[in-house]
């Protein structure tokens, strides 16, 4: 069975501080992989997308993919109040139907 | 990225009756997907669906309990039929921006079976 998964935390870091979140997959042949945050109440949205291995850069957001390792990451860098969400993985299945496969999520509390 | 308009935002039905939300994307997709989040949980695929064909169901969700249409490649509909309490959830539909690979979702529909 394919599965995606993450640490439920809650993860609590300091104002200004790095978030480390962390997402490991089982289906070897996934190829697309995202990170996604949810506010309370709110519906996911988008916030990085990443498809090779290596590190990719948005702002103060950045993807690791390690496909060897069957491992995705995302750093938040300066971490801020209003970054304070659940924060879902999720992966492409490597076949046709184009569905995503997701974890549980990861809730992250940054602290004043 | 794709702008969906999702409705009713939210509902309280009686048990025994059923509920139909909308999804109306701002462009033609070809794929759109129905999920449902529980309480405290992540999000759980109810199915596929694709202009022109039948839905695709995941396991433990059938046709008769969340039939879904498919009219055009804007628009999509879930029903949710002969609703108890264990139906109360948030239901979201989405799609596959093609342009860069992401997954937008509509605001969601929180329903409450009383």
């Known amino acids: 069975q394919k599965e995606v998964e993450q640490n439920s935390g809650p993860l609590s870091v300091p104002e200004g501080a790095i978030a480390s979140l962390n997402c490991t997959y089982s289906?070897?042949?996934?190829?697309?992989f995202f990170w996604y945050r949810q506010y309370s109440g709110k519906s996911p949205e988008l916030i990085m997308s990443?498809?090779s291995n290596g590190d990719k850069e948005d702002g103060r957001f950045t993807a690791q993919l390690n496909k060897a390792s069957q491992y995705v990451s995302l750093l938040i860098r300066d971490s801020q109040p209003s970054d304070s969400a659940t924060y879902l993985c999720a992966v492409k299945n490597a076949g046709n139907n184009r569905k995503l496969i997701w974890g549980l999520g990861t809730s992250l509390a940054v602290n004043p | 990225s794709a702008v969906i308009s999702q409705k009713p935002s939210r509902d309280i039905c009686q048990r025994g009756t059923s509920l139909t939300i909308q999804c109306q994307v701002d462009s033609q997709v070809t794929m759109m997907f129905w999920y449902r989040q529980q309480p405290g949980q992540s999000l759980t695929l109810i199915a596929t669906?694709?202009?022109?064909?039948?839905?695709?169901?995941e396991s433990g969700f059938v046709i008769d309990k969340f039939p879904i249409s498919r009219p055009n490649l804007t628009f999509s509909t879930l029903t949710v039929s002969n609703m108890s309490p264990e139906d109360s959830s948030i239901y979201l539909c989405?799609?596959?921006?093609?342009?860069?690979?992401?997954?937008?979702f509509g605001s969601g529909t929180r329903l409450t079976v009383v």
């Open positions: 289906d070897r042949g996934s190829q697309s």
């Open positions: 989405s799609v596959e921006n093609r342009r860069w690979y992401g997954y937008t």
């Open positions: 990443i498809y």
């Open positions: 669906a694709n202009q022109g064909s039948e839905a695709t169901y």
